[in-house]
Nanobody
Framework: HVQLVESGGGSVQAGGSLRLTCVAS?????MGWFRQGPGKEREGVAT????????YLVDSVKGRFTISADSLNKTVTLQMNSLKSEDTGMYYC????????????????????WGQGTQVTVS
């Protein structure tokens, strides 16, 4: 069982930056971030294979967010720049042992393990 601990959420003004970090208790083949905004369904934001560094991001954050991983330390980081009000939501770290590719990375069932979430508020 993989445990995930998230940190780095908070409140920021539009245009600002935040960095989210997730540390896993064991190595995983994919680690990513999902978010759920007020009144919205949870959606995939970004994911990465910590071993190959292959990553995927949802179109709405491309050019603003960057995902990176340190496979040795079992850590994934989401650097969020130029934040917008629509980025507001609860951000969840997720990890899985299966393969991911462009067609499936946003499917929640690909991720067996989930963190408790960290709130991001952009005003």
């Amino acid at each position: 069982h993989v445990q995930l601990v998230e940190s780095g959420g908070g409140s920021v003004q539009a245009g600002g930056s935040l960095r989210l970090t997730c540390v896993a208790s064991q190595r995983a083949n994919c680690m990513g971030w999902f978010r759920q905004g007020p009144g919205k369904e949870r959606e995939g934001v970004a994911t990465i294979n910590p071993h190959s560094a292959t990553s995927y991001l949802v179109d709405s954050v491309k050019g603003r967010f960057t995902i990176s991983a340190d496979s040795l330390n079992k850590t994934v980081t989401l650097q969020m720049n130029s934040l917008k009000s629509e980025d507001t939501g609860m951000y969840y770290c997720a990890a899985g042992q299966g393969p991911i590719w462009s067609a499936n990375w946003r499917e929640e069932q690909r991720y067996e393990y989930w963190g408790q979430g960290t709130q991001v508020t952009v005003s």
